[in-house]
């Protein structure tokens, strides 16, 4: 079943909050804090800016399988 996290993205100095599927996500970026996505948006980026929070957030949830193993 798809797994679905709530992050807020940075858009032009506005918050926005945005639902992704972990499984979408190709890769994050940490020193800059972008998130790369597999699916373009309807902009047609697949990227986005988060703060450092929502990175630290995503470690927590996509890594605990890693150190579970």
């Not at 994050?28 to 902009?43: H, L, R, V």
């Amino acid at each position: 079943m798809a797994k679905f996290i709530r992050v807020t993205n940075i858009d032009q100095g506005i918050d926005i909050d945005t639902i992704l599927n972990v499984d979408d996500i190709g890769h994050i970026s940490i020193g800059p804090n972008i998130i790369f996505c597999k699916t373009p948006f309807a902009d047609g980026t697949n990227r986005i800016r988060v703060r450092f929070k929502e990175i630290k957030k995503l470690e927590k949830i996509l890594l605990v399988e890693e150190i579970d193993d």
